[in-house]
């Protein structure tokens, strides 16, 4: 299959992870060489190589936000996939700036100066990019919303609406073309990392793109994560018996797309030249209301669905967030995975795991402690 393939052997950052693992085995199982770079920190990791990293890919502990170990890390490959990222939303707001855009400008150091022969990058950035996002009223039209206010939230008036006629206005899907305002730092970053990407990869003629993913599912995802999210949550309120929990009132739209829909999108922009120096939303393209997701995840489970809302909010959290997902299908790519399949999939590889409470509890105790999650 390679031989048509203008690359032999990738540099996956971040390939440890939950994408990055899923990036490799479709890059091997389409007869590239790859290597790994992942640093094993948490909360992904506890320091060990876990056993879903396929071992025919070869593997070195590194960190992005080094640059001996980029060095290390490029000898001999000819392209790089940039997965690795500090995610979620902490208080140590530099780390985003110091991982997610200083990596990237670490690797074009050495490419420019040392003379790194990489050919292409392709950079995992998120639908975060977007902030809050565009939102039609039917009588006003359509514009760019403003986060909701605290008082608004307090008073649990979760929805958008119109400025001039208060009523409730329905989200837009999100285009590559929309105006980007993200809401949080590592939104911020990710947009950064891309207009880096794209600045240097156009000086230096090294094809670049970036990915936006919409909210990614399916095994191997990290439950240590502060947001691994809904589905996470959802599976150990399953698991340990206890009512689904979910917050505001369920009814926030999301994209929820498969981790193989995802690797494999890696794979159609890598081998084709139309993408280079493009951004690409990669979704499912169907808006999904998180009390549907519950609802999927009860059905899985055998168990009866009687969500509890817990009038909880996220801070820098969109109301409701799809994506528009045409311009990837342009170049062939398509979902082949329902959200059913990506419930299934992840609870029948969380399950192994016995009871993740303890997790979901940390994860959320410091959420509120540190003023991210609000009960309002
Ligand atoms: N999961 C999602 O829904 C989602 C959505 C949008 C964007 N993304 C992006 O996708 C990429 C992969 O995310 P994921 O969900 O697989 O997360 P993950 O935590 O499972 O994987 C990230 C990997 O990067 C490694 N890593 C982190 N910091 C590193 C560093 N400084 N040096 C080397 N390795 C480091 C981690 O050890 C981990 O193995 C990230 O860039 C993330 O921002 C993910």
Redesign the pocket.
Known sequence: MVENNTFKKILV??G?????SHVVDELLSSGYSVRV?????SP??DGTIPEWLAKKAEFIK????NKDDWRRALEGVDSVIH?????DFHLDFSDYIR?NIESVALLFELIVVEKFPIKKIVM?S??SVYGEGQYVCVTHGTGYYAPRTEEQLARHEWEQVCPVCRMTVESVAEKETDQLKPLIPYGIS?LSAEQLLFALGKLYNVPSVALR?S??LGPRQ?FR?YYSGALRSFAVNVLSDEPIQMNEDGRQIRDFVHVKDVARAHLTVLNDPRANFESFNVGIGIGTRVLELGKLVAEDASVPFNPLLNNRYRVGGARHSLMDIDKLKRLGWEPLYSLSDAVHDYLEWVRQFGDLSQYLKKTEDQMREQGIQKTF
């Open positions: 950052t971040g440890a992870g939950f994408i990055g770079m992942d640093n094993l920190g992904t990791h590194g960190d992005v936000r997965l690795a990222a500090y995610m991982t995992a998120s639908q990710k993913f909210i990614v990290s994560h």
